[in-house]
C-alpha cells in the first residue's frame, strides 16, 4: 500500500485532536501515580505524550477511521474502500463486448492499494488521490501498472495508465486511458461484493 492525496482537511484535523488527547491521557497518568504517592524510576519515562500519540495515530490508522459514527459527525469523509470487487469493463479494442474480472482495494485511513486481474493481464496501483470535495461525488483516481499475461497476444506488453473512478453508493464507475504506446481507453465498473468494510 502507498500514501493516498486527498482534499479533505481531517488528516490536520484528526493529527491535531490526538495530540490533545495524548497530552490528557498523559496528565491523567501523571496525576494517577502522583496522588499514589508512587515514585516512578527517572528511566521510566513512557509512553509520554509521544508514545502515546503514536499507539493512538496507529489505531486511528488501521481501525478507528472505519467506525461509521465517525463518518456520521463529519471527522472522517474519506470513504472505506476496503474489500473485494466485481470488475465489468469496455475497451475500445473490444468492439461493443465486455470483458469480467476482479479488483481488491485494500486501504488505511492514509494509505491505498487497487489491484485488478482481468483473464489477459493485472495491474496494481502506483499512486492514487480520493477526492472528497469534487461537484461530481467522491472520486477515486489512481495511476496504474499493467502487466499481460503469458496467454495473451504478444501485441500486448506492460504499460502505464490512469483511472478516474467515482463512488455511486457501493459502486465506483468511470473511465481509463492507457500509455502513448497502447493508445487504449475504455470504462470500468466495480461493484463491491458483500459488504467486507
Known amino acids: 500500500m502507498r500514501s493516498y ?100 482495494i485494500k486501504q488505511t485511513w492514509t494509505r491505498i492499494s487497487i489491484c485488478i486481474e482481468t483473464e489477459q493481464s493485472s495491474s496494481k ?16 483516481i489512481y495511476v496504474y501498472r499493467n502487466d499481460p499475461k503469458a496467454n495473451v497476444p504478444t501485441t500486448m506488453h506492460s504499460h502505464r495508465g490512469t483511472a478516474v473512478l467515482r463512488l455511486k453508493d457501493d459502486c465506483l464507475e468511470g473511465e481509463y486511458y492507457s500509455g502513448r504506446d497502447r493508445q487504449n481507453f475504455g470504462t470500468l465498473i466495480l461493484r463491491r461484493k458483500g459488504d467486507a468494510r
Open 5 to 104: 492525496a486527498t482534499d479533505s482537511p481531517e488528516w490536520q484535523k484528526v493529527t491535531l485532536r490526538i495530540g490533545i488527547i495524548s497530552v490528557a491521557i498523559d496528565y491523567v497518568i501523571h496525576w494517577f501515580f502522583q496522588t499514589r504517592n508512587v515514585q516512578i524510576p527517572w528511566w521510566v519515562d513512557a509512553p509520554g505524550v509521544l508514545g502515546i500519540a503514536g499507539g493512538l495515530y496507529e489505531v486511528f490508522e488501521k481501525w478507528l477511521w472505519t467506525i461509521p459514527l465517525l463518518r456520521s459527525i463529519g471527522i472522517v469523509k474519506v470513504p472505506n474502500l476496503n474489500g473485494e470487487w466485481k470488475l465489468q469493463g469496455w475497451t475500445k479494442w473490444s468492439r461493443g463486448q465486455d470483458y469480467q474480472g476482479e479488483a481488491v
Open 125 to 140: 496501483s502506483i499512486t492514487a488521490s480520493l477526492l472528497v470535495n469534487e461537484d461530481e461525488g467522491i472520486t477515486l
